[in-house]
């Protein structure tokens, strides 16, 4: 099943931020931010609620059917496209990219990292969220790259010159199912780099 069609029949929104968007920048000042790999939205409805400006993409049509339709509903600026996060470039600069639970290899981490610290504001702030798992916990057809600790994503974020690691962490936490209703306990890893002057 696609995500696009595991999206299509999901019956529970999950409508709520993370934890660890909230912890680190709950405090930042609001601007332009892009959240790549949005899901269903929520991580975008929290930023927008606390002023930012967003730019919401997914792969799936029809997660980014309900954040539209949701955004309308609660009148939030959100402006929601369908894309892969690996080739989207969109306008401008943002003040904050987030990525969140997209898992890519470690090639295409340190390109995607390259280019999204092009579309960095000076002092703007890239955010990764992940799964890390281990060879025996990886889902059919993936890869054990794909899953990093926080400490192999942070060195990944220091080949462009301009990003500095601010935070990082490994931790065991509860997670939404995403397709169903419920919890279940899994490894994250969290970075958080700030493009400075290189």
């Known amino acids: 099943m696609s995500f696009d069609e595991e999206y299509q029949q999901n019956k529970t929104r999950w409508t709520r931020p993370d934890e660890r968007v909230v912890e680190w920048l ?3 000042p609001a601007g332009r931010a892009l959240d790549l790999g949005a899901g269903e939205g929520g991580n975008s409805f929290w930023l927008a609620q606390q002023g930012w400006n967003v730019t919401s993409v997914d792969f799936a049509p029809a997660a980014v059917q309900f954040i539209e339709e949701h955004s309308r509903e609660k009148g939030y600026s959100i402006e929601a496209e369908i894309a892969d996060a690996l080739k989207y470039t969109g306008e401008g600069k943002f003040d904050l990219v987030l990525l969140s639970f997209v898992h890519f290899s470690k090639e295409e981490r340190e390109t995607l990292f390259s ?3 092009k579309q960095l504001a ?5 955010v990764y969220l992940g799964l890390v798992k281990k060879e025996d916990e990886l889902p059919p057809g993936g890869l054990l790259e794909e899953f990093p600790s926080s400490e192999k994503v942070a060195d990944e974020m220091k080949t462009p010159p301009s990003l500095d690691v601010l935070n990082l962490g490994d931790q065991v936490r509860e997670l939404p199912i995403g397709v169903a209703e419920g919890t279940y306990e899994a490894k994250t890893a969290s970075v958080k780099a700030r ?4």
Not at 122 to 126: K, T
Not at 195 to 198: C, L, N
């Open 195 to 198: 493009k400075g002057r290189g």
């Open 115 to 117: 280019r999204l610290e």
């Open 26 to 28: 709950e405090a930042v």
């Open 122 to 126: 000076e002092g703007g702030l890239l």
